[in-house]
């Protein structure tokens, strides 16, 4: 039986075709906000690394806040996931020298294969939607422009690195900034944790500054196929 979501948290038009394309070797997904004549063009799909999620339900937000984190409604089958890197290239001169322009336009947590049939707002369990359109959900980035997924029972564990390095790192203290306890990936664009005794690990990303928003990628029958969060991108839609 083909499942039915709620209308209102489907994506739109654009967030569709973005959400539809990025993923996608070759496929153009604007130009620069600044140069109209420098395609957008999706080069590479990377998978960064894999993270255990052994409960099944997520956190996806800002790993800095001291507030317990944001959890999404959906679930996902307990697990080990690929993590995936939408990489794009706008090539633009500056100064005389030349630069590809090479951007992650959007991590992906790969949870099947299935086709992905719809695109809905990954709303959080506290989120209060109540009757109003509802375009995206999502986190506040903060200055660090930085998001994390975690499985939610291990988040506050897997957090603690970057709460610890903030805490060390604050402008009243005079002291050598610290190990962050994480591995960098892909030339220190993703950071990525591990706790053994709760066999689990976040990865954190790359999003957009001020506003993330986190996007469910359901099949045919209403199962998640993926999680994307896009990245930071300056990028005008074609026409």
């Known amino acids: 039986m083909a499942w039915v979501g709620n209308a209102r948290l489907t994506a739109g038009p654009e967030d569709a075709g973005f959400l539809g ?8 997904l604007g130009v620069r906000a600044d140069d109209p004549r420098a395609f957008v063009e999706v080069v590479e799909v990377e998978e960064v690394t894999t993270i255990r999620v052994p409960s099944g339900r997520l956190i996806i937000d800002s ?15 307990p697990g080990t996931y690929r993590v995936e890197a939408a990489w794009t290239e706008a090539p633009y001169a500056h100064g005389g020298e030349y630069f590809d322009g090479r951007e992650c336009a959007a991590t992906r947590l790969r949870v099947s294969d ?7 707002a990954g709303v959080g369990v506290n989120d209060d939607v109540g009757e109003a359109d509802v375009a995206a959900a999502g986190f506040h980035s903060d200055r660090e422009a930085t ?18 390095f903030r805490e060390a790192t604050a ?8 190990d962050r306890d994480t591995v960098d990936l892909c030339g220190g664009r993703f950071e990525k944790s591990s706790d053994e005794r ?18 469910i990628g359901r099949t ?3 199962t998640v196929a993926s999680i994307v969060v896009p990245g930071r991108m300056a990028t005008t839609p074609l026409a």
């Open 21 to 28: 394309s990025v993923f996608v070797p070759r496929a153009r």
């Open 63 to 77: 790993p800095w806040p001291e507030e317990p984190g944001r959890e999404i409604v959906a679930r996902i089958p």
């Open 114 to 120: 299935d086709p992905v049939v719809v695109r809905e």
């Open 147 to 164: 998001g994390a997924i975690a499985d939610a029972e291990a988040w506050e564990a897997l957090a603690e690195p970057f709460r610890r």
């Open 171 to 178: 402008p009243w203290r005079a002291t050598p900034t610290p």
């Open 198 to 215: 709760l066999a689990a690990d976040p990865i954190a990303v790359d999003v957009a500054e001020g506003w993330a928003p986190v996007w």
């Open 220 to 222: 045919r029958t209403g």
